[in-house]
Protein backbone atom coordinates (compact mmCIF):
# COMPACT_ATOMS: atom_id res chain seq x y z
CA UNK A 1 0.00 0.00 0.00
CA UNK A 2 1.38 3.45 -0.98
CA UNK A 3 2.51 5.57 1.74
CA UNK A 4 3.65 9.03 1.98
CA UNK A 5 6.74 10.51 3.87
CA UNK A 6 7.86 14.27 4.11
CA UNK A 7 11.57 15.19 4.62
CA UNK A 8 13.23 18.25 3.33
CA UNK A 9 14.03 18.69 -0.47
CA UNK A 10 17.83 19.44 -0.73
CA UNK A 11 18.21 18.77 -4.27
CA UNK A 12 16.34 18.80 -7.44
CA UNK A 13 14.84 15.38 -9.36
CA UNK A 14 13.09 12.19 -9.13
CA UNK A 15 14.35 8.93 -7.97
CA UNK A 16 12.88 5.32 -8.22
CA UNK A 17 14.32 2.11 -6.81
CA UNK A 18 14.85 -0.47 -3.98
CA UNK A 19 16.30 0.92 -0.49
CA UNK A 20 19.96 0.14 0.60
CA UNK A 21 20.95 0.92 4.16
CA UNK A 22 24.53 2.65 4.54
CA UNK A 23 27.09 0.15 6.17
CA UNK A 24 28.30 1.26 9.00
CA UNK A 25 32.07 0.28 10.87
CA UNK A 26 32.00 -1.73 14.44
CA UNK A 27 31.42 1.64 16.68
CA UNK A 28 32.59 0.79 19.87
CA UNK A 29 35.85 -1.40 20.22
CA UNK A 30 36.02 -3.43 23.74
CA UNK A 31 37.97 -1.86 26.69
CA UNK A 32 40.81 -3.95 27.89
CA UNK A 33 44.22 -3.28 29.18
CA UNK A 34 47.29 -3.96 27.36
CA UNK A 35 50.69 -4.37 29.08
CA UNK A 36 52.69 -1.20 29.29
CA UNK A 37 55.65 -3.15 27.71
CA UNK A 38 53.01 -3.05 24.31
CA UNK A 39 51.95 0.67 24.87
CA UNK A 40 54.47 2.28 21.82
CA UNK A 41 52.92 -0.50 19.05
CA UNK A 42 49.73 0.41 20.10
CA UNK A 43 50.31 4.43 19.74
CA UNK A 44 52.26 3.16 15.93
CA UNK A 45 49.59 1.60 14.86
CA UNK A 46 47.74 4.25 15.93
CA UNK A 47 49.37 6.72 13.97
CA UNK A 48 49.53 4.58 10.99
CA UNK A 49 45.98 4.09 10.88
CA UNK A 50 45.12 7.57 11.28
CA UNK A 51 47.81 8.52 8.16
CA UNK A 52 45.99 5.96 6.24
CA UNK A 53 42.75 7.58 6.63
CA UNK A 54 43.58 10.65 6.24
CA UNK A 55 45.88 10.19 2.94
CA UNK A 56 42.16 7.62 1.78
CA UNK A 57 40.36 11.36 2.44
CA UNK A 58 42.59 13.48 0.43
CA UNK A 59 42.66 10.94 -2.34
CA UNK A 60 39.07 10.82 -2.57
CA UNK A 61 38.96 14.36 -2.86
CA UNK A 62 41.73 14.87 -5.67
CA UNK A 63 39.10 12.19 -7.50
CA UNK A 64 36.02 14.64 -6.72
CA UNK A 65 37.62 17.62 -7.37
CA UNK A 66 36.05 20.96 -6.81
CA UNK A 67 34.13 22.13 -3.35
CA UNK A 68 34.06 17.65 -2.41
CA UNK A 69 38.08 18.31 -2.33
CA UNK A 70 38.28 21.29 -0.23
CA UNK A 71 35.74 19.43 1.99
CA UNK A 72 37.68 16.23 2.30
CA UNK A 73 41.02 17.73 2.87
CA UNK A 74 39.53 19.86 5.51
CA UNK A 75 38.35 16.87 7.28
CA UNK A 76 41.52 14.78 6.80
CA UNK A 77 43.47 17.42 8.85
CA UNK A 78 40.75 16.47 11.47
CA UNK A 79 41.85 13.28 11.31
CA UNK A 80 45.68 14.35 12.03
CA UNK A 81 44.46 17.12 14.47
CA UNK A 82 47.81 17.27 16.95
CA UNK A 83 45.53 17.57 20.36
CA UNK A 84 43.50 14.78 19.41
CA UNK A 85 46.60 12.61 18.43
CA UNK A 86 48.35 13.67 21.96
CA UNK A 87 45.29 12.24 23.51
CA UNK A 88 44.94 9.37 21.87
CA UNK A 89 49.17 8.65 23.04
CA UNK A 90 47.87 9.71 26.38
CA UNK A 91 45.32 6.91 26.64
CA UNK A 92 47.27 4.12 25.06
CA UNK A 93 50.20 5.19 27.34
CA UNK A 94 47.64 4.28 30.42
CA UNK A 95 46.84 1.24 29.01
CA UNK A 96 44.54 1.17 26.24
CA UNK A 97 44.29 -0.41 22.86
CA UNK A 98 45.13 1.86 19.83
CA UNK A 99 41.61 1.28 18.79
CA UNK A 100 39.75 2.04 22.03
CA UNK A 101 42.24 4.85 22.37
CA UNK A 102 41.29 6.87 19.55
CA UNK A 103 37.42 6.22 20.24
CA UNK A 104 37.37 7.51 23.65
CA UNK A 105 39.64 10.60 22.38
CA UNK A 106 37.30 11.14 19.63
CA UNK A 107 34.24 10.81 21.68
CA UNK A 108 36.45 13.28 24.67
CA UNK A 109 36.46 15.87 21.27
CA UNK A 110 32.99 15.00 20.01
CA UNK A 111 31.80 16.11 23.28
CA UNK A 112 33.67 19.36 22.95
CA UNK A 113 32.28 20.11 19.42
CA UNK A 114 28.38 19.68 20.66
CA UNK A 115 28.86 21.77 23.56
CA UNK A 116 30.14 25.11 22.07
CA UNK A 117 27.35 26.78 21.63
CA UNK A 118 26.01 23.93 19.19
CA UNK A 119 26.68 25.38 16.41
CA UNK A 120 29.75 23.22 15.76
CA UNK A 121 27.18 20.09 15.89
CA UNK A 122 27.26 20.12 12.06
CA UNK A 123 30.41 18.85 12.16
CA UNK A 124 30.15 16.17 14.40
CA UNK A 125 28.76 13.73 11.79
CA UNK A 126 31.94 14.50 9.81
CA UNK A 127 33.79 14.17 13.17
CA UNK A 128 31.97 10.63 13.86
CA UNK A 129 33.12 9.19 9.99
CA UNK A 130 36.61 9.51 10.32
CA UNK A 131 36.50 8.08 14.02
CA UNK A 132 34.74 5.14 12.27
CA UNK A 133 37.28 4.93 9.79
CA UNK A 134 40.14 4.98 11.90
CA UNK A 135 38.58 2.12 14.22
CA UNK A 136 37.50 0.53 11.29
CA UNK A 137 41.01 -0.32 10.20
CA UNK A 138 42.39 -0.89 13.68
CA UNK A 139 40.06 -3.77 13.86
CA UNK A 140 40.00 -4.57 10.14
CA UNK A 141 36.58 -4.55 8.90
CA UNK A 142 35.03 -3.28 6.00
CA UNK A 143 35.15 0.81 6.15
CA UNK A 144 31.58 2.46 6.32
CA UNK A 145 30.33 3.92 2.98
CA UNK A 146 28.03 3.44 0.28
CA UNK A 147 26.79 -0.69 -0.23
CA UNK A 148 28.30 -2.69 -2.61
CA UNK A 149 25.29 -3.46 -5.31
CA UNK A 150 25.17 -4.25 -9.20
CA UNK A 151 22.01 -3.14 -9.65
CA UNK A 152 20.82 1.02 -9.02
CA UNK A 153 19.27 2.14 -5.49
CA UNK A 154 18.22 4.67 -2.86
CA UNK A 155 20.61 4.90 -0.40
CA UNK A 156 19.47 5.41 2.90
CA UNK A 157 21.22 6.49 5.85
CA UNK A 158 20.79 8.30 9.05
CA UNK A 159 23.51 11.12 7.88
CA UNK A 160 26.33 11.54 5.02
CA UNK A 161 29.39 11.83 5.79
CA UNK A 162 31.59 14.20 2.75
CA UNK A 163 33.72 11.44 2.00
CA UNK A 164 30.82 9.18 1.12
CA UNK A 165 28.84 11.85 -0.67
CA UNK A 166 31.87 13.34 -2.74
CA UNK A 167 32.19 10.11 -4.41
CA UNK A 168 28.81 8.57 -5.17
CA UNK A 169 28.34 6.89 -8.24
CA UNK A 170 25.27 8.88 -10.09
CA UNK A 171 24.63 5.57 -11.99
CA UNK A 172 24.17 3.28 -9.11
CA UNK A 173 22.88 5.75 -6.62
CA UNK A 174 19.53 7.14 -7.88
CA UNK A 175 18.87 9.56 -4.97
CA UNK A 176 19.13 9.47 -0.70
CA UNK A 177 17.27 10.14 1.72
CA UNK A 178 18.76 10.89 5.27
CA UNK A 179 17.20 11.46 8.92
CA UNK A 180 19.74 13.97 9.88
CA UNK A 181 20.87 17.24 8.13
CA UNK A 182 19.71 20.28 6.86
CA UNK A 183 19.19 22.21 3.37
CA UNK A 184 22.94 23.58 3.93
CA UNK A 185 24.56 20.68 5.12
CA UNK A 186 27.86 19.20 3.28
CA UNK A 187 26.03 16.45 1.93
CA UNK A 188 23.25 18.81 0.82
CA UNK A 189 25.50 21.15 -0.83
CA UNK A 190 27.64 17.87 -2.59
CA UNK A 191 24.62 16.29 -3.76
CA UNK A 192 23.42 19.80 -5.78
CA UNK A 193 26.79 19.77 -7.11
CA UNK A 194 26.47 16.04 -8.09
CA UNK A 195 22.86 17.05 -9.44
CA UNK A 196 21.85 13.34 -7.18
CA UNK A 197 18.08 14.15 -5.91
CA UNK A 198 18.42 13.79 -2.24
CA UNK A 199 16.20 13.88 0.60
CA UNK A 200 16.92 14.92 4.33
CA UNK A 201 15.80 15.41 7.82
CA UNK A 202 13.09 12.51 7.51
CA UNK A 203 12.31 10.98 10.91
CA UNK A 204 12.40 7.08 10.85
CA UNK A 205 14.27 7.13 7.02
CA UNK A 206 16.41 4.13 8.78
CA UNK A 207 13.24 2.49 9.10
CA UNK A 208 12.97 1.84 5.49
CA UNK A 209 13.05 -1.96 5.18
CA UNK A 210 15.86 -3.39 3.03
CA UNK A 211 14.95 -3.74 -0.46
CA UNK A 212 11.51 -1.45 -0.33
CA UNK A 213 10.94 0.17 -3.53
CA UNK A 214 10.70 3.92 -2.80
CA UNK A 215 10.21 7.27 -4.95
CA UNK A 216 11.90 10.01 -4.33
CA UNK A 217 11.02 13.73 -5.30
CA UNK A 218 14.19 15.68 -4.16
CA UNK A 219 12.35 19.02 -5.44
CA UNK A 220 9.20 18.54 -2.51
CA UNK A 221 10.77 16.45 -0.15
CA UNK A 222 7.62 13.75 -0.64
CA UNK A 223 8.99 9.83 -0.67
CA UNK A 224 6.33 7.82 -1.75
CA UNK A 225 6.71 3.95 -0.04
CA UNK A 226 5.55 1.28 -2.47
CA UNK A 227 4.26 3.86 -5.41
CA UNK A 228 1.55 2.75 -7.36
CA UNK A 229 1.88 2.08 -11.22
CA UNK A 230 0.03 5.37 -11.70
CA UNK A 231 2.27 7.20 -9.27
CA UNK A 232 5.13 5.84 -10.85
CA UNK A 233 4.09 7.09 -14.06
CA UNK A 234 3.32 10.43 -12.91
CA UNK A 235 6.55 11.02 -11.89
CA UNK A 236 8.46 9.45 -14.61
CA UNK A 237 6.78 11.59 -16.87
CA UNK A 238 7.16 14.68 -14.81
CA UNK A 239 10.88 13.94 -14.60
CA UNK A 240 11.13 13.20 -18.64
CA UNK A 241 9.50 16.46 -19.12
CA UNK A 242 11.48 18.34 -16.71
CA UNK A 243 14.61 16.47 -18.63
CA UNK A 244 13.80 17.51 -21.91
CA UNK A 245 13.20 21.32 -20.89
CA UNK A 246 16.28 21.55 -19.29
CA UNK A 247 17.84 20.17 -22.59
CA UNK A 248 16.61 23.30 -24.13
CA UNK A 249 17.45 25.68 -21.91
CA UNK A 250 20.19 27.88 -22.81
CA UNK A 251 21.19 32.16 -22.63
CA UNK A 252 20.73 34.70 -20.00
CA UNK A 253 18.40 34.18 -17.23
CA UNK A 254 14.65 35.97 -17.55
CA UNK A 255 11.49 36.12 -17.33
CA UNK A 256 9.22 35.56 -20.34
CA UNK A 257 8.45 38.84 -20.64
CA UNK A 258 12.00 39.79 -21.06
CA UNK A 259 13.21 40.96 -17.16
CA UNK A 260 16.81 40.33 -17.08
CA UNK A 261 17.53 37.95 -13.84
CA UNK A 262 21.38 36.96 -14.25
CA UNK A 263 21.89 33.45 -13.24
CA UNK A 264 25.37 32.90 -11.24
CA UNK A 265 27.15 30.18 -9.83
CA UNK A 266 28.09 29.69 -6.31
CA UNK A 267 32.09 27.91 -5.97
CA UNK A 268 34.65 26.97 -3.86
CA UNK A 269 37.72 27.38 -6.21
CA UNK A 270 39.20 26.26 -9.36
CA UNK A 271 37.85 22.69 -9.33
CA UNK A 272 33.79 24.17 -9.94
CA UNK A 273 34.21 26.28 -12.43
CA UNK A 274 34.32 23.66 -15.80
CA UNK A 275 30.43 22.60 -14.39
CA UNK A 276 29.58 26.67 -13.78
CA UNK A 277 30.81 27.26 -17.34
CA UNK A 278 29.00 23.95 -18.87
CA UNK A 279 25.88 25.20 -16.74
CA UNK A 280 25.58 28.32 -18.51
CA UNK A 281 26.79 30.64 -15.39
CA UNK A 282 26.62 34.24 -16.59
CA UNK A 283 29.38 34.81 -13.79
CA UNK A 284 30.20 33.69 -10.55
CA UNK A 285 28.03 34.91 -7.49
CA UNK A 286 30.06 33.74 -4.54
CA UNK A 287 33.47 32.76 -4.55
CA UNK A 288 33.94 30.94 -1.00
CA UNK A 289 37.20 31.62 -0.71
CA UNK A 290 37.69 29.99 2.67
CA UNK A 291 38.72 26.58 1.38
CA UNK A 292 42.16 27.81 0.08
CA UNK A 293 42.97 29.11 3.84
CA UNK A 294 41.55 25.82 5.12
CA UNK A 295 44.33 23.76 3.32
CA UNK A 296 46.31 24.61 6.34
CA UNK A 297 44.93 26.10 9.37
CA UNK A 298 47.88 26.70 10.87
CA UNK A 299 49.10 30.05 8.46
CA UNK A 300 47.42 31.84 5.63
CA UNK A 301 48.52 30.81 2.62
CA UNK A 302 50.85 33.21 0.42
CA UNK A 303 49.87 35.72 -1.65
CA UNK A 304 51.52 34.27 -4.81
CA UNK A 305 49.26 31.10 -3.88
CA UNK A 306 46.36 33.17 -3.79
CA UNK A 307 46.80 35.11 -6.83
CA UNK A 308 47.21 31.60 -8.91
CA UNK A 309 44.13 30.70 -7.92
CA UNK A 310 41.72 33.70 -7.78
CA UNK A 311 42.96 34.19 -11.73
CA UNK A 312 42.41 30.85 -12.73
CA UNK A 313 38.83 31.74 -11.72
CA UNK A 314 38.39 34.90 -13.11
CA UNK A 315 40.25 33.63 -16.20
CA UNK A 316 37.19 31.77 -16.75
CA UNK A 317 34.34 34.28 -17.04
CA UNK A 318 36.32 37.00 -19.33
CA UNK A 319 33.86 39.96 -19.20
CA UNK A 320 31.23 38.12 -16.78
CA UNK A 321 30.79 39.28 -13.31
CA UNK A 322 32.85 37.20 -10.17
CA UNK A 323 31.91 37.93 -6.71
CA UNK A 324 34.51 36.93 -4.77
CA UNK A 325 33.99 36.52 -0.64
CA UNK A 326 36.85 37.12 1.58
CA UNK A 327 38.02 34.95 4.10
CA UNK A 328 34.77 33.63 5.96
CA UNK A 329 36.55 32.14 9.27
CA UNK A 330 35.39 31.22 12.75
CA UNK A 331 32.23 28.98 13.80
CA UNK A 332 32.24 25.94 11.61
CA UNK A 333 35.04 27.49 9.73
CA UNK A 334 37.70 27.40 12.87
CA UNK A 335 41.73 28.29 11.78
CA UNK A 336 44.16 28.16 14.31
CA UNK A 337 45.83 31.63 13.36
CA UNK A 338 42.69 33.28 13.07
CA UNK A 339 40.12 31.91 15.01
CA UNK A 340 39.75 32.39 19.07
CA UNK A 341 40.01 28.60 20.52
CA UNK A 342 37.94 29.60 23.93
CA UNK A 343 34.59 31.32 22.60
CA UNK A 344 31.16 29.79 24.27
CA UNK A 345 29.26 30.25 21.58
CA UNK A 346 31.25 30.94 17.79
CA UNK A 347 27.87 31.37 15.82
CA UNK A 348 27.88 34.49 18.06
CA UNK A 349 31.83 35.60 18.54
CA UNK A 350 34.74 36.88 16.32
CA UNK A 351 33.93 35.49 12.83
CA UNK A 352 33.65 36.53 9.39
CA UNK A 353 34.56 40.14 8.86
CA UNK A 354 34.78 40.58 12.75
CA UNK A 355 38.08 38.13 12.69
CA UNK A 356 39.40 40.28 9.30
CA UNK A 357 39.48 43.12 11.20
CA UNK A 358 41.36 41.49 14.37
CA UNK A 359 44.09 40.46 11.73
CA UNK A 360 44.14 43.39 8.91
CA UNK A 361 47.52 41.84 7.67
CA UNK A 362 45.50 38.55 6.49
CA UNK A 363 42.66 40.74 5.17
CA UNK A 364 45.65 43.75 3.29
CA UNK A 365 47.19 40.33 1.66
CA UNK A 366 43.92 38.61 -0.03
CA UNK A 367 42.91 42.00 -1.26
CA UNK A 368 46.18 42.61 -2.55
CA UNK A 369 46.33 39.39 -4.30
CA UNK A 370 42.82 39.80 -5.51
CA UNK A 371 43.77 42.92 -7.30
CA UNK A 372 46.90 41.83 -8.75
CA UNK A 373 45.07 38.89 -10.17
CA UNK A 374 42.46 41.05 -11.77
CA UNK A 375 45.51 43.05 -13.53
CA UNK A 376 44.82 43.22 -16.74
CA UNK A 377 41.43 40.71 -17.27
CA UNK A 378 38.42 42.60 -18.81
CA UNK A 379 36.37 40.42 -15.69
CA UNK A 380 34.09 42.44 -13.51
CA UNK A 381 35.53 41.61 -10.11
CA UNK A 382 33.62 42.33 -7.00
CA UNK A 383 34.90 41.65 -3.41
CA UNK A 384 32.42 41.49 -0.61
CA UNK A 385 32.57 41.02 3.54
CA UNK A 386 30.84 38.25 5.40
CA UNK A 387 28.85 39.35 8.48
CA UNK A 388 28.32 42.80 7.97
CA UNK A 389 26.74 44.13 10.73
CA UNK A 390 26.18 47.80 10.57
CA UNK A 391 27.55 50.89 8.44
CA UNK A 392 30.52 50.86 10.44
CA UNK A 393 31.71 47.43 9.68
CA UNK A 394 30.69 48.41 5.96
CA UNK A 395 32.91 51.65 6.01
CA UNK A 396 35.92 49.39 7.49
CA UNK A 397 35.83 47.15 4.93
CA UNK A 398 35.39 49.44 2.05
CA UNK A 399 38.50 51.52 3.99
CA UNK A 400 40.52 48.57 3.53
CA UNK A 401 39.71 48.12 -0.09
CA UNK A 402 40.83 50.94 -0.98
CA UNK A 403 44.11 51.16 1.19
CA UNK A 404 45.05 47.76 -0.79
CA UNK A 405 44.52 49.72 -4.20
CA UNK A 406 41.61 47.67 -5.00
CA UNK A 407 39.81 48.32 -8.49
CA UNK A 408 36.94 47.08 -7.71
CA UNK A 409 33.21 46.68 -6.56
CA UNK A 410 32.67 46.65 -2.69
CA UNK A 411 29.83 44.36 -1.57
CA UNK A 412 28.36 43.13 1.91
CA UNK A 413 26.64 40.18 2.56
CA UNK A 414 23.17 40.46 4.70
CA UNK A 415 23.73 37.42 6.94
CA UNK A 416 22.40 39.39 10.39
CA UNK A 417 18.78 40.71 10.39
CA UNK A 418 20.42 44.04 11.65
CA UNK A 419 22.28 44.48 7.97
CA UNK A 420 18.77 43.90 6.23
CA UNK A 421 16.76 46.59 8.65
CA UNK A 422 19.48 49.06 8.18
CA UNK A 423 20.27 48.37 4.19
CA UNK A 424 20.03 51.72 3.34
CA UNK A 425 22.26 53.01 6.08
CA UNK A 426 25.03 50.18 5.13
CA UNK A 427 24.59 51.01 1.52
CA UNK A 428 25.80 54.62 1.86
CA UNK A 429 29.27 52.77 2.36
CA UNK A 430 29.34 49.72 -0.40
CA UNK A 431 28.07 49.80 -3.60
CA UNK A 432 26.01 46.22 -3.74
CA UNK A 433 24.48 43.82 -1.08
CA UNK A 434 24.32 39.86 -1.33
CA UNK A 435 22.30 38.00 0.56
CA UNK A 436 23.34 34.91 2.25
CA UNK A 437 20.16 32.98 3.35
CA UNK A 438 21.48 30.57 5.35
CA UNK A 439 23.31 32.58 7.64
CA UNK A 440 20.49 35.01 7.47
CA UNK A 441 18.12 31.97 8.53
CA UNK A 442 19.85 30.71 11.20
CA UNK A 443 20.32 34.20 12.51
CA UNK A 444 16.43 35.39 12.31
CA UNK A 445 15.35 32.19 13.89
CA UNK A 446 17.80 31.67 16.61
CA UNK A 447 18.11 27.88 14.27
CA UNK A 448 21.75 26.00 13.36
CA UNK A 449 21.90 25.43 10.03
CA UNK A 450 23.01 22.12 10.63
CA UNK A 451 20.99 20.45 12.94
CA UNK A 452 18.25 18.39 11.95
CA UNK A 453 15.62 19.15 14.15
CA UNK A 454 15.20 22.71 13.66
CA UNK A 455 15.25 22.38 9.61
CA UNK A 456 11.89 24.15 9.51
CA UNK A 457 13.23 26.86 10.85
CA UNK A 458 15.60 27.02 7.81
CA UNK A 459 13.45 26.57 5.36
CA UNK A 460 13.68 29.93 2.65
CA UNK A 461 10.55 30.06 2.31
CA UNK A 462 9.55 31.23 5.88
CA UNK A 463 7.99 34.93 5.93
CA UNK A 464 9.56 36.27 7.87
CA UNK A 465 12.90 35.70 5.82
CA UNK A 466 11.12 36.67 2.59
CA UNK A 467 10.50 40.07 4.92
CA UNK A 468 13.89 40.72 5.17
CA UNK A 469 15.41 40.06 1.24
CA UNK A 470 12.44 42.37 0.21
CA UNK A 471 14.17 45.28 2.85
CA UNK A 472 16.85 44.57 1.46
CA UNK A 473 16.16 44.80 -2.50
CA UNK A 474 13.97 47.36 -1.46
CA UNK A 475 16.58 49.75 0.33
CA UNK A 476 19.18 49.07 -2.58
CA UNK A 477 16.53 50.20 -5.71
CA UNK A 478 16.27 53.26 -3.48
CA UNK A 479 19.89 53.68 -3.34
CA UNK A 480 20.21 52.89 -7.32
CA UNK A 481 22.71 49.85 -6.21
CA UNK A 482 22.10 45.63 -6.92
CA UNK A 483 20.84 43.07 -4.32
CA UNK A 484 21.40 39.54 -4.97
CA UNK A 485 20.81 36.38 -3.47
CA UNK A 486 23.66 33.82 -2.75
CA UNK A 487 22.34 31.66 -0.66
CA UNK A 488 21.17 28.06 -1.39
CA UNK A 489 17.32 29.59 -1.03
CA UNK A 490 18.35 31.10 -5.15
CA UNK A 491 18.37 27.06 -6.35
CA UNK A 492 14.72 26.49 -5.57
CA UNK A 493 13.25 27.17 -8.91
CA UNK A 494 9.81 27.94 -7.62
CA UNK A 495 11.30 30.00 -4.63
CA UNK A 496 13.92 32.14 -7.58
CA UNK A 497 10.45 33.23 -8.94
CA UNK A 498 9.61 34.71 -5.38
CA UNK A 499 13.02 35.97 -5.21
CA UNK A 500 12.81 37.89 -8.57
CA UNK A 501 9.18 39.06 -7.49
CA UNK A 502 11.03 40.55 -4.26
CA UNK A 503 13.26 42.77 -6.37
CA UNK A 504 16.15 41.16 -5.69
CA UNK A 505 19.07 41.85 -9.28
CA UNK A 506 20.35 37.89 -9.36
CA UNK A 507 20.80 34.97 -8.33
CA UNK A 508 23.78 32.48 -7.45
CA UNK A 509 23.61 28.93 -7.06
CA UNK A 510 25.30 25.47 -7.47
CA UNK A 511 25.91 25.13 -11.01
CA UNK A 512 23.62 21.81 -11.92
CA UNK A 513 20.69 24.08 -10.43
CA UNK A 514 21.04 26.72 -13.34
CA UNK A 515 19.16 24.95 -15.52
CA UNK A 516 16.36 24.68 -13.76
CA UNK A 517 15.78 27.68 -12.41
CA UNK A 518 16.38 29.02 -16.09
CA UNK A 519 13.89 26.78 -17.23
CA UNK A 520 11.05 27.63 -14.63
CA UNK A 521 12.18 31.79 -14.60
CA UNK A 522 11.27 31.68 -18.23
CA UNK A 523 7.79 30.35 -17.99
CA UNK A 524 6.28 33.30 -15.98
CA UNK A 525 5.94 37.37 -16.38
CA UNK A 526 7.46 39.54 -14.04
CA UNK A 527 4.41 40.31 -12.75
CA UNK A 528 3.25 36.95 -12.07
CA UNK A 529 6.67 36.60 -9.84
CA UNK A 530 5.33 39.78 -7.89
CA UNK A 531 2.18 38.55 -7.46
CA UNK A 532 3.49 35.42 -6.07
CA UNK A 533 5.65 36.82 -3.76
CA UNK A 534 3.29 38.97 -2.13
CA UNK A 535 1.28 36.19 -1.75
CA UNK A 536 4.37 34.20 -0.28
CA UNK A 537 4.66 37.07 1.98
CA UNK A 538 1.04 37.17 3.30
CA UNK A 539 1.19 33.59 4.81
CA UNK A 540 2.06 32.85 8.01
CA UNK A 541 3.96 29.61 7.44
CA UNK A 542 6.91 28.25 4.80
CA UNK A 543 4.37 25.74 3.75
CA UNK A 544 1.75 28.26 3.44
CA UNK A 545 3.96 30.75 1.43
CA UNK A 546 5.14 27.68 -0.91
CA UNK A 547 1.19 26.62 -1.76
CA UNK A 548 0.50 30.16 -2.29
CA UNK A 549 3.20 31.33 -4.57
CA UNK A 550 2.81 27.84 -6.40
CA UNK A 551 -0.87 28.48 -6.60
CA UNK A 552 -0.64 31.99 -8.28
CA UNK A 553 2.26 30.80 -11.20
CA UNK A 554 -0.29 28.57 -11.97
CA UNK A 555 -2.89 30.49 -12.71
CA UNK A 556 -5.38 29.03 -9.28
Given at each position: METTLRGVGVSHGVAIGEVR?????????????IPAQDAEREQGRARQAVEAVAADLVARGNLAGGEAQHVLEAQAMMAQDPELMADVDRRIAVGSTAERGVYDAFASYRALLANAGEYLAGRVADLDDVRNRIVARLLGVPMPGVPDSDEPYVLIARDLAPADTALLDPTLVLGFVTEEGGPTSHSAILARALGVPAVVALPGAGELAEGTVIAVDGSTGEIFVEPSAEKRAEMESAAAARKAALSTSTGPGATSDGHKMPLLANIGGPGDVPAAVEAGAEGVGLFRTEFLFLDDSKQAPSEEKQITAYRAVLEAFPEGRVVVRVLDAGADKPLDFLTPADEPNPALG???????????????????????????????????????????????????????????????????????????????????????????????????????????????????????????????????????????????????????????????????????????????????????ASAARAADSAEEARVAAQAVLSGE
Amino acid sequence: METTLRGVGVSHGVAIGEVRHMGTAVLEPPAKQIPAQDAEREQGRARQAVEAVAADLVARGNLAGGEAQHVLEAQAMMAQDPELMADVDRRIAVGSTAERGVYDAFASYRALLANAGEYLAGRVADLDDVRNRIVARLLGVPMPGVPDSDEPYVLIARDLAPADTALLDPTLVLGFVTEEGGPTSHSAILARALGVPAVVALPGAGELAEGTVIAVDGSTGEIFVEPSAEKRAEMESAAAARKAALSTSTGPGATSDGHKMPLLANIGGPGDVPAAVEAGAEGVGLFRTEFLFLDDSKQAPSEEKQITAYRAVLEAFPEGRVVVRVLDAGADKPLDFLTPADEPNPALGVRGLRSLLDHPDVLRTQLTALSKAAAGLPVYLEVMAPMVADRADAKAFADACRAAGLRAKFGAMVEIPSAALRARSVLQEVEFLSLGTNDLAQYTFAADRQVGAVSRLQDPWQPALLDLVAMSADAAKAEGKSCGVCGEAASDPLLACVLTGLGVTSLSMGAASIPYVRTTLAKYTLAQCERAASAARAADSAEEARVAAQAVLSGE
